[in-house]
C-alpha cells in the first residue's frame, strides 16, 4: 500500500499510544475514506476476533460510496472478497475468517431514538466514521463509548477516525479550531489533508474542482474551514461577524428593550438581553438561576433604563410562563402561530426569518462586553439558523432546537433570546375604522 505523505502521518497517530480520537478532514479527494477503510482492514487481519465499526449518516450512502472504497483497498491488498472475507447484507457485516468483523452502521439522528439507543450494548474494537461532519456530536460520542472489546488482550487503546470535508459544525469547534490555535486535549488530533496532498489524483479531478463556485471550492479544494455552502444557512458568516463592529447603527434616541430567554427546568442556560433600539447593549447569562433571580435582574434593569413593560419579553415555554405572569410583560409562546398571516410554521420561525434578514443587511448592532467565549458562542448559534425541507411547499420551517442542540452540543439560548427582539418588529397592525 503506497500511502500518501499524509495518510502515513495519519496512520500513524492511529497506531501510538497517546492519542483516541483522530479526525483526518480537509479538501476533497486527498483519499481521506481509503485511509479509513485501510485502517479498519489492516487492524481487523492483524488482530483476530476483533470487531469495528463503520459508520456513516446513513447506511444506504455508505454502501454506495464508503463500503466501495473498502472493496478497493481489498483489492490493492490482495484480500479477496469470498475468501477472506464475506459481506452479509442482511446483518450489514463484513466478516474476516480470521474471527474479526467490521459492522456497518447507520448514525443518523433520528428524533424516536434521541439517544442512539440502538448503540446501546454494542462492543467494538475501534471506530471510523465516514464523512463525520454529516453526524451530530452525541453519535460521535456514543460510539466512542462504545470502544472496549478486546483492547487489553491486545495492549490497544481505544480509537475512534472520523474524515470529512469542512463544516462549521461540532467538529470545527471540537478539532479544527483548537488544533489551530495549539489548545487541543492531548487526546486528539486533527490532520488537514487537501487534494494536492494526493500525488496519485487525477488532474481532470482538479480541474473540476477548480471550476468550482467560489464558496464550495474554498472548502474542496483548499479546504477553508471558515467558508461554508450550505444551501439551508439563512445567515452569511461575514455579516454575523459584522454584527461586533456595526458602529454605523446610532440609536441614541431610541427605546430601550428587554428579552430574556428562561432556562426551561434548569437544564439550559438563562439569557437576558437588553437592547437600545437594534444595538444589543448588554448581555446577562445565568448557567443556574431561580425564577426570582430573573425576575430581580429584569425588574432592576426596566427601573434604571425606564423600560416598559409592553418592550419587555420572555420565552412563556415551560418555567417561563411564572416569570411572564409575575412581571406582566410580553409572552414569547415558540409554536404559536405568525403574526400577520405570513407563511410560516410558526412565531419563532418567523422571528429568525426577520433576524436572518437584519443581520445579512448589517441592521444589528452587538456593543455589548463580552468575553472570547460568549462571543464565540453567539457565532456558532447564530450559523444555526438554516431553513428545514426545503423540497416542502408548505410553510417556511428552519432547523429544530432539539436538532441545533445536537449539533453544537448544547441549547442555542443566546441565538434565542436576540431573535425574540424581532417579536416588537412583527406585532400585528391595529386597523383602524372611521366612526361615522
Known amino acids: 500500500m ?6 502515513s502521518e495519519c496512520l500513524d497517530i492511529l497506531e501510538d499510544k497517546t492519542h483516541k480520537e483522530i479526525i483526518f478532514g480537509g479538501g476533497a479527494g486527498s483519499a481521506k475514506s481509503i485511509l479509513g477503510c485501510y485502517w479498519l482492514l489492516k487492524m481487523s487481519l492483524k488482530y483476530p476476533g476483533t470487531r469495528w465499526l463503520m459508520g456513516r449518516k446513513k447506511l444506504k450512502t455508505l454502501k454506495e460510496t464508503t463500503l466501495n472504497s473498502f472493496l478497493e483497498v481489498c483489492k490493492m491488498q490482495g484480500v479477496i472478497n469470498g475468501t477472506h472475507f464475506t459481506i452479509n447484507g442482511s446483518s450489514n457485516t463484513i466478516h474476516f475468517t480470521n474471527g474479526s468483523e467490521i459492522l456497518m452502521k447507520d448514525l443518523a439522528y433520528y428524533p424516536a431514538d434521541p439517544q442512539f439507543d440502538e448503540l446501546g450494548s454494542l462492543e467494538i474494537t475501534g471506530a471510523f466514521i465516514d464523512e463525520v461532519n454529516q453526524t451530530v456530536s452525541l453519535a460521535w460520542q456514543i460510539v466512542k463509548s462504545r470502544i472496549r472489546y478486546k483492547l487489553d488482550e491486545y495492549g490497544l487503546i481505544p480509537k475512534i477516525l472520523g474524515t470529512c470535508n469542512p463544516s462549521k459544525n461540532w467538529v470545527y469547534k471540537d478539532f479544527y479550531k483548537p488544533g489551530k490555535l495549539g489548545e487541543q486535549d492531548s487526546h486528539k488530533c486533527f490532520i488537514q489533508a487537501l487534494v494536492t496532498d494526493n500525488p496519485f489524483i487525477s488532474q481532470h479531478y482538479i480541474d473540476n474542482l477548480m471550476s468550482l463556485p467560489k464558496a464550495q471550492k474554498e472548502r474542496l479544494l483548499l479546504g477553508n474551514w471558515e467558508s461554508d455552502d450550505d444551501p439551508t444557512k439563512l445567515v452569511e458568516y461575514d455579516n454575523i461577524i459584522n454584527l461586533f463592529t456595526n458602529t454605523h447603527i446610532s440609536n441614541d434616541n431610541d427605546k430601550y428593550y428587554i428579552t430574556c430567554d428562561v432556562a426551561r427546568f434548569g437544564a439550559d442556560k438563562a439569557v437576558i438581553c437588553l437592547w437600545r433600539g437594534f444595538e444589543l447593549v448588554n448581555i446577562f ?5 431561580k425564577i426570582t433571580e430573573l425576575q430581580t435582574a429584569i425588574v432592576a434593569l426596566k427601573n434604571k433604563y425606564n423600560v416598559s413593560n409592553n418592550n419587555i419579553i420572555a420565552d412563556g415555554d415551560g418555567v417561563g410562563g411564572g416569570l411572564v405572569d409575575n412581571l406582566r410583560i410580553k409572552d414569547f409562546v415558540n409554536n404559536s402561530k405568525c403574526l400577520n398571516d405570513e407563511n ?5 420561525t418567523q422571528c429568525y426569518y ?41 410553510k417556511l420551517k428552519i432547523m429544530s432546537k432539539n436538532e441545533i442542540k445536537q449539533l453544537i452540543g448544547r441549547s442555542p439560548d443566546y441565538s434565542d433570546t436576540i431573535m425574540m427582539r424581532m417579536w416588537f418588529t412583527l406585532t400585528p397592525t391595529i386597523k383602524k375604522f372611521r366612526i361615522r
Not at 285 to 289: A, K, L, N, P, V
Open 285 to 289: 447569562d445565568y448557567s443556574t438561576s
Open 344 to 348: 410560516y410554521q410558526n412565531l419563532k
Open 2 to 7: 503506497i500511502l500518501t505523505i499524509k495518510q
Open 354 to 394: 426577520k433576524l436572518a434578514d437584519m443581520i445579512n443587511t448589517d441592521s444589528i448592532y452587538i456593543s455589548a462586553e463580552l468575553s472570547t467565549k460568549q462571543q464565540e458562542s453567539i457565532i456558532e448559534e447564530l450559523e444555526q439558523i438554516k431553513a428545514a425541507d426545503l423540497d416542502s411547499d408548505g
